[in-house]
Nanobody
Framework: QVQLVESGGGLVQPGGSLRLSCAASESILNFNVMGWYRQAPGKDRVLVAEITSDLRTSYLDSVKDRFAISRDNAKNTVYLQMNSLKPEDTAVYYC?????????WGQGTQVTVSS
């Protein structure tokens, strides 16, 4: 069973930065795409950023130029660097890994942006 463990969330002031990590229990080269989603209270889970095995990336419009997704295949880890954070970025952030028809999820990490 694939396990994904997120870390790096926390409380940060507006304008601050956080880096989220998602560590996989197996080689991330086994997955076609890895991504970060977020879910705010009372809202649907939405895709924030994703990265393919050949390093193509895509982003939610509202985070372009502020967030950056990257991967370290040697560490089996995907990162989400979040800069210039806004209160509306507050949510639980989830990592996912996709392999053909299978999707695996982490348990989520809370990000709160507040002064």
């Amino acid at each position: 069973q694939v396990q994904l463990v997120e870390s790096g969330g926390g409380l940060v002031q507006p304008g601050g930065s956080l880096r989220l990590s998602c560590a996989a229990s197996e080689s991330i080269l086994n997955f076609n795409v890895m991504g970060w989603y977020r879910q705010a209270p009372g809202k649907d889970r939405v895709l924030v950023a994703e990265i393919t095995s050949d390093l193509r990336t895509s982003y939610l419009d509202s985070v372009k130029d502020r967030f950056a997704i990257s991967r370290d295949n040697a560490k089996n880890t995907v990162y989400l660097q979040m800069n210039s954070l806004k209160p509306e970025d507050t949510a639980v952030y989830y990592c996912d890994a996709r392999r053909i028809v299978n999707v695996y999820w982490g348990q989520g990490t809370q990000v709160t942006v507040s002064s």
